[in-house]
Structure formats: C-alpha cells, structure tokens
T-cell receptor
Framework: NAGVTQTPKFQVLKTGQSMTLQCAQD?????MSWYRQDPGMGLRLIHY???????DQGEVPNGYNVSRSTTEDFPLRLLSAAPSQTSVYFC???????????????FGSGTRLTVV | AQSVAQPEDQVNVAEGNPLTVKCTYS??????LFWYVQYPNRGLQFLLK??????LVKGSYGFEAEFNKSQTSFHLKKPSALVSDSALYFC???????????FGGGTRVLVKP
C-alpha cells in the first residue's frame, strides 16, 4: 500500500497563477481532507470530503476549490495564487469507522508551496 | 465548534526525565482524541488515539496519554524521554458523530542530552 500520495512535493508560483495539488489514496477511505500548516498556527482545515461527489468547507476555504469525482482522488485547486497561500499543504484520509483502524488519519508527506 | 488548545509552544526536558505535553479540548458530544508527531520536513505520524474505554491509552515509541473527561484534557506522557523524541507534537479532536479533525497549534519538544 502506498497510503496517501501528494504531488508535487515542492512548488513555486507567481502571484495570480493557478495550480492543482494532487492527492491520491489507495486505502478505499471514505473521508479525505486538506490542511495547511503555518508556523505557530498548527494545521487548519481547508476543505474535506466524506465520499465521492460530496465536499464541504473547513476553517479556511477562501481561495481554494476541491472536487471528489472518485474515492481515490481529492485534488486541491488554487484559483489565483497569493503570497498568503505560501504554506505547507497536507492531505489526509481516514476510514469512516475509526475503531476499525489502528492509525486514525493517514497523512501524505506534504507539498511545500511558495507564492512570490 | 470544536477546538484544541496546547498551552505550551515549547517543552524542554533532559534526556531520561519524564515528558508531558499538555492538551485540552472543547467539543459538543463524545470526543475522539489523537496525538501526532512531526519530524522536520516530514508529514504527521500517528502516535495514539482515544476512542472509548480505558482512559489510559498506550501508543507508539513508549508514549501514553490519559483522557480526563471532567478536565477535558488529553495530556501526552513518556516516562523517560530520549533525544530522538525531539519533534513537533500535535493534539487533535473530532466529534464521534462527525468527520472534521481539529488540531491544536502544536508543541515543540526539545530533549537535551
């Protein structure tokens, strides 16, 4: 099992550019989510999905779009990048029934995004 | 709304001494509680979780945590810290009937030889 795979690992964008951060999981998890990590602020939830075709906003959704066309994939789109979106982005997935898993949420290795 | 507080930005401890990282939470409903660890330039690794049952939960690498419902706390502990335990630790909570996982701001642990 590959777990949760995020691409790319690093990206530099110019202000106003758009891009998509990819996230894929091979564990058949229903729940997937995107977080951003900023120094001193922990991880903040951007968007999440409880299954294919279902998405919802987290704490900091502005400037980001998501879709969930398959169980495996949950891409995060930056529509018009801003320097405030410079951050490390993590994708996470989990099974709906946590007491049947040993590891709670499984995280990808992250994408470090810099917007100049 | 659910929230998590980690009151200490950094905890310093000498190798071999006990380590405690504090966490308090606020949710409406039964909480599922988690601890994760992050090493430099790495993703988050699961340490342990409380879902139900025994209030003392044992996890990876000798860590344990105690769920205290009356104090709404879930402090992480290790009896004897190692230099290799130096990392960033995150507490997280979700409601049993919900999906969103909310993280605390993180506590950096520095274990000195």
């Amino acid at each position: 099992n590959a777990g949760v795979t995020q691409t790319p690992k690093f990206q530099v964008l110019k202000t106003g550019q758009s891009m998509t951060l990819q996230c894929a999981q091979d564990m058949n998890h229903e729940y997937m989510s995107w977080y951003r990590q900023d120094p001193g602020m922990g991880l903040r939830l951007i968007h999440y999905s409880v299954g294919a075709g279902i998405t919802d906003q987290g704490e900091v959704p502005n400037g980001y779009n998501v879709s969930r066309s398959t169980t495996e994939d949950f891409p995060l789109r930056l529509l018009s990048a801003a320097p405030s979106q410079t951050s490390v982005y993590f994708c996470a997935s989990s099974s709906e029934t946590l007491d049947r898993t040993n590891y709670g949420y499984t995280f990808g290795s992250g994408t470090r995004l810099t917007v100049v | 709304a659910q929230s998590v507080a980690q009151p200490e930005d950094q905890v310093n401890v000498a190798e071999g001494n006990p380590l405690t990282v504090k966490c308090t939470y606020s949710v409406s409903g039964n909480p599922y509680l988690f601890w994760y660890v992050q090493y430099p330039n790495r993703g988050l690794q699961f340490l342990l979780k409380y879902i139900t049952g025994d209030n003392l939960v044992k996890g990876s690498y000798g860590f344990e945590a105690e769920f205290n419902k009356s104090q709404t706390s879930f402090h992480l502990k290790k009896p004897s810290a190692l230099v290799s335990d130096s990392a960033l630790y995150f507490c997280a909570v979700r409601v049993a009937a919900g999906n969103k996982l909310t993280f605390g701001g993180g506590t950096r642990v520095l274990v000195k030889p």
